[in-house]
């Protein structure tokens, strides 16, 4: 795996080249690969974190379980079990792509996120150790009380996350 190299690739996911992870987020950035996971406890109750206030995008902003870019040499799945394993110390968790999207956000200091965006769900009831230089905090909260956080201040979550969130697929 080559570190701080992702992977380009059209809007079909075809690789198409490689470039330094900052570069492919400033200005307009450039369309590359990315996951998102999502894991549920027992009582369907998702797990959030809140970004920690040194990330270059959505800083203190509440967030899906983790999310990553895919890194040269690597494959979603694998990419989404690092991700977890990094900023919450999560291992050993059984997986499941449920959609795959595109999206553009341009944010206000010059950055952006353009992923091809593999959404993984899961089922988790352990442990928690969160990275403290990726993950402020973290919650478990029900469908219906993240529906209505996210109604009453959308503000005060990812941008990305008010997208993935739309996705019926990741509640089953």
């Known amino acids: 795996m080559v570190i701080n190299q992702v992977i380009l690739v059209d809007e079909n996911d075809k690789e198409i080249g490689q470039i330094d992870k ?30 920690s206030n040194t990330k270059i995008v959505e800083p203190d902003k509440w967030a899906n379980t983790c999310c990553g870019n895919i890194m040269v040499g690597e494959t979603y799945e694998e990419c989404a079990k690092r991700r977890l394993k990094e900023e919450l110390g999560i291992t050993n968790v059984e997986l499941m792509p449920v959609k795959k999207f595109e999206y553009h956000i341009n944010f206000d200091n010059g950055y952006s996120e353009w992923e091809i965006d593999q959404v993984f769900t899961g089922n988790y009831n352990g442990k928690i150790t969160p990275n403290k230089n990726e993950v402020s905090d973290y ?24 997208l993935i969130i739309k996705q019926e697929e990741i509640w089953k």
């Open 22 to 51: 900052t570069e492919a987020h400033v200005g307009n950035g450039q369309r590359h690969r990315a996951v998102s996971v999502l894991l549920l406890n027992d009582n369907k109750e998702l797990l959030l974190q809140k970004r």
């Open 139 to 162: 919650k478990y909260i029900s469908k219906g009380n993240l529906l209505s956080q996210i109604k009453n201040n959308p503000a005060q979550f990812a941008k990305w996350f008010l």
